[in-house]
C-alpha cells in the first residue's frame, strides 16, 4: 500500500534520501533502524508528505503523494502519525487532542467523535484522563494519547517516529506494549524506532539504512541472527552489546 | 487648578470622551482582525500572501500616523471621526500583525505538523491549533498596542474628529485655561488606559495559569 520507487531527497547540496525502492503491504508492520542521521525520520516524513520528495515515484494506496493533484488533507485523513515529542496540543484536553480532527475532518458530531475517542482511550488504557491537560500526564501517558489520536481517524496505515526516544525509561514498555496490541490487530506500520527488542518481536520486516540508503531487507529473525551487511552487523554489534 | 473649566464643560468633555471610547473601540477591534489576518499573510505557505504582508507592514508600519490620519481624511470624503478611526485601524494593524507573527512564530513547529497530519488543512490548523496558543504570548505586547491605540486616537483632533483632544480645544478657545484643561484631558485619558494596562495584566496572569 506504500511504495517508494528510486526516490531520492536532498536539503540543498546534502542527499538525504538515495533511490529508495521499498514496498510496505497492508497489515505489515515494518521496522526501520539505523544510526543516527542516516534518513529513516525523512523517509517516514515523506509518506505523508511532511517532506517533500526531490524525484521518484511514492504512492500510498496508488495515489501519488507528490502530485500536485492529489488533495493531501484527504490522504493524510489515512495515515496516521505519532511523533517523538508527542505533540499533543497544549491548551486542549485530552478528549479535545482526540476529537478534534474526527469533527473538523471527518465532520463527526462531538458525540460520535467523543464515542469514538473514549473507545480508543480505553484502548490505550487512560480512559480517566480524557478530562485532563496534556501537561498534568506523564510522557508515556502523552504518547498514548497521541496514539489514540491518530487512531481515531481510523487511519489505514500508522506511522512511528521514533515514539520513546524521548521517554523516561521506565515509561517505554507501556508505548510499546500498546504498539504491540496494535500490531496484532493487523494494522500496517511503519516504525522507525531504537528499540530492538520490540523490532525483533513485532517486526514482519527490518529495514536498515544508512547514509540515506536501504542497505538490507529482512525478517528479524535472518536479520539479527545473521545480518548480510558490514555496516549493519557493526550497528547491531554497538548497540546490542553494551 | 481651576475645577469650573471642568464643571462648567462637562458636556464637551463627555461628548469628547464617548468619542473617543467608540473610535478606539472600533479600531481595536478592526486592527486586531487586520492585524491578525495580516501576520497569517505574512507566514503563510504561499509568497504572493507572504509579499502582501510584508508590504503592509514595512510600508505602514514606517510612515507617522499623523500622515495616515491626514490621508485618510484629504484624500477621502469621510468625516473627521470616520478618517482618523480608520487611519488608526490601518497604523495599529501593522504592528498588532508584527506581535501576533511573533507568537505564532514561538509556536513550536511541531504543533502544525502534527495538526497537519491529521487531515487538518492548513486554515483548520491555524485556527484550532496554532492561533490559542499564539495569542497567549501574544497577549503582553497586544495590550501595549492597544494602550498605544487609545492615545493614537487623540489626533483625530487635528482632523475635527470630535474626540477628546478636538473638545479640549475647543474649551480651549472659550476658556484659555489651557493647563487645567489638557490636565482635565489627560485625567480622562488615563480613565481609559489604566483599567486598558490593568485587565491586560489580570488576562496575562489567568491564561498563564491555564496552562
Sequence with gaps: ?242 | MDFSVLTNNMDAFLEGFKTTIIASLIALVCSFILGTLIAVMRIAPLKALNWIGTVYVEFIRNIPVLVIVFFTYLAFTFSGMTAGTIGLTVYTASFIAEAIRAGIMSVPKGQMEAARSSGLSYGQAMRFVILPQAIKIVIPPLGNQFINLVKNSSLLGIVAGGDLMYQGDLVNAKTFAYVDTYVFVALFYLVLTIPLSFGVGYLEKRLARSN
Design chain 1, 1 to 242: 500500500m506504500i511504495e517508494f520507487s528510486k526516490v531520492n531527497k536532498f536539503y540543498g547540496d546534502f542527499h538525504v534520501l538515495k533511490d529508495i525502492n521499498l514496498t510496505i503491504n497492508k497489515g505489515e508492520v515494518v521496522v526501520v533502524i539505523g544510526p543516527s542521521g542516516s534518513g529513516k525520520s525523512t523517509l517516514l516524513r515523506c509518506i505523508n508528505r511532511l517532506e517533500t520528495i526531490s524525484d521518484g515515484g511514492l504512492t500510498v494506496n496508488g495515489v501519488s503523494v507528490g502530485d500536485k493533484k492529489t488533495n493531501i488533507n484527504t490522504l493524510r485523513r489515512n495515515i496516521g502519525m505519532v511523533f517523538q515529542h508527542f505533540h499533543l496540543y497544549p491548551h486542549k484536553t485530552v478528549l479535545q487532542n482526540i476529537t478534534l480532527a474526527p469533527m473538523k475532518v471527518l465532520g463527526q458530531s462531538q458525540k460520535e467523535a467523543e464515542e469514538t475517542a473514549r473507545h480508543y482511550l480505553d484502548k490505550v488504557g487512560i480512559l480517566e484522563k480524557a478530562g485532563s491537560y496534556p501537561s498534568q500526564l506523564s510522557g508515556g501517558q502523552q504518547q498514548r494519547v497521541a496514539i489514540a489520536r491518530g487512531l481515531a481517524m481510523k487511519p489505514e496505515v500508522m506511522l512511528f517516529d521514533e515514539p520513546t526516544s524521548a521517554l523516561d525509561p521506565e515509561m517505554i514498555g507501556e508505548v510499546l506494549d500498546v504498539m504491540k496490541a496494535l500490531a496484532r490487530e493487523g494494522m500496517t506500520m511503519v516504525v522507525v524506532t531504537h528499540e530492538m527488542g520490540f523490532a525483533r518481536e513485532v517486526a514482519d520486516r527490518i529495514v536498515f539504512m544508512d547514509e540515506g540508503r536501504v542497505l538490507e531487507e529482512a525478517v528479524p529473525a535472518d536479520f539479527y541472527e545473521n545480518p548480510r551487511e558490514e555496516r549493519a552487523r557493526l550497528f547491531l554489534s554497538r548497540i546490542l552489546n553494551h
